[in-house]
């Protein structure tokens, strides 16, 4: 088992940056890539950012490439985004994903790829 849980959304201009923060807890979590999604109401759940074990890859969604920084902390068991360049679109709860894997050069970019989930923190972006 795997606990999740993000921290560091909130209400923030357009243009403006945010910092979210995932901690995890209960495994060895350089045995996990990670990877965010964000929801919109109504909306399917979709791919954000990835990263590999350590922290040596990553993969963006075209929508936030170049806006958006994935990062990690393994000594801190904690996976980071930032945020820049916020845009009303982004406006979503962002989750924070885990998988075990034994590809350390490996990153994951659907839903189904990931064994773990935190509940999610709301990132609402104001035009």
């Known amino acids: 088992q795997v606990q999740l849980v993000e921290s560091g959304g909130g209400l923030v201009q357009a243009g403006g940056s945010l910092r979210l923060s995932c901690a995890a807890s209960?495994?060895?979590?350089?045995?996990?890539?990670m990877g965010w999604f964000r929801q919109a109401p109504g909306q399917e759940r979709e791919f954000v950012a990835a990263?590999?074990?350590?922290?040596?890859?990553?993969y963006y969604a075209n929508s936030v490439k170049g806006r958006f920084t994935i990062s990690r902390d393994n000594a801190k068991t904690t996976v980071y985004l930032q945020m820049n360049s916020l845009k009303p679109e982004d406006t979503a709860v962002y989750h924070c994903a885990a998988k075990f894997t034994n590809w350390p050069g490996r990153v994951y970019y659907t839903v189904n790829d990931y064994d773990y989930w935190g509940q999610g923190t709301q990132v609402t972006v104001s035009s």
């Open positions: 209960g495994r060895t979590f350089s045995s996990f890539a």
């Open positions: 990263i590999t074990r350590s922290g040596t890859s990553t």
